[in-house]
């Protein structure tokens, strides 16, 4: 079973990138996304990151880069609408990893069901400077709607300019977990957020 709160790295550097993924490690974070672009030096970013993780017991997921997850033997990889098909991707990784998919739309939702993703990363929820060309706003109304129509058959993930009092009512709408970045790695004490993340998050499972 995925973690339900799924870490997406964020910095400037490889170090930064790095640095936080390791202070999100320490503070129980189980489900990690290295999201770093500039190809030519996300491997050996990838290769420290994976035996950090697995020193963990942790999760890795690669984002956009089905080649690099393939040489680093990570877990698994997420893609953007525009990035390579998840059948390309399966061909590569073969059916055994974990594969995410974005989404904006109950059609893209549909879509990433279709293609038999392992997760979606449904979003945004609100602004967020995170990522550059970001689609329409979500908010809870829109999450309630696709949730309602595609009676969440595979893990959704909420993301986007997430908040801690925004969690409780993202789930209530059937979501099953949520994706951060900021909010991570901003924090001054990851493991207290951590710890409060999960609080909410199997409180209101067991709630529901």
């Known amino acids: 079973m995925l973690d339900r709160i799924h870490y997406i790295s964020q910095g400037n550097t490889v170090e930064d990138h790095f640095t936080c993924i390791q202070q999100v490690l320490d503070a129980g974070g189980r489900l990690i996304q290295l999201r770093y672009k500039n190809k030519h030096e996300i491997y050996p970013l990838a290769e420290k990151v994976k035996l950090l993780c697995e020193n963990y017991e942790a999760t890795l997921i690669i984002n956009d880069?089905?080649?690099?997850?393939?040489?680093v033997d990570a877990d698994g990889l997420h893609l953007g609408l525009n990035d390579a098909t998840v059948e390309n991707a399966r061909t590569i990784l073969g059916n055994d990893k974990i594969i995410g998919g974005t989404a904006n739309t109950l059609k893209d939702v549909q879509q990433r069901i279709?293609?038999?993703?392992?997760?979606?990363?449904?979003?945004?929820?609100r602004y967020t400077t995170t990522k550059e060309k970001?689609?329409?706003?979500?908010?809870?109304?829109?999450?309630?709607s696709i949730l309602s129509e595609v009676k969440n058959t595979i893990p959704i993930y909420a993301i986007g300019g997430i908040h801690t009092s925004d969690v409780k009512a993202i789930l209530k709408t059937g979501i099953y977990g949520i994706a951060l970045s900021g909010l991570i790695t901003q924090s001054d004490?990851?493991?207290?957020l951590i710890k409060e993340l999960n609080t909410i998050i199997h409180g209101s499972i067991k709630n529901s």
């Open 189 to 192: 004490d990851k493991k207290e």
């Open 65 to 71: 880069f089905v080649d690099v997850a393939k040489e």
């Open 134 to 144: 970001l689609s329409p706003i979500l908010g809870l109304e829109s999450y309630q």
């Open 114 to 125: 279709d293609e038999k993703c392992t997760y979606i990363g449904l979003g945004p929820f």
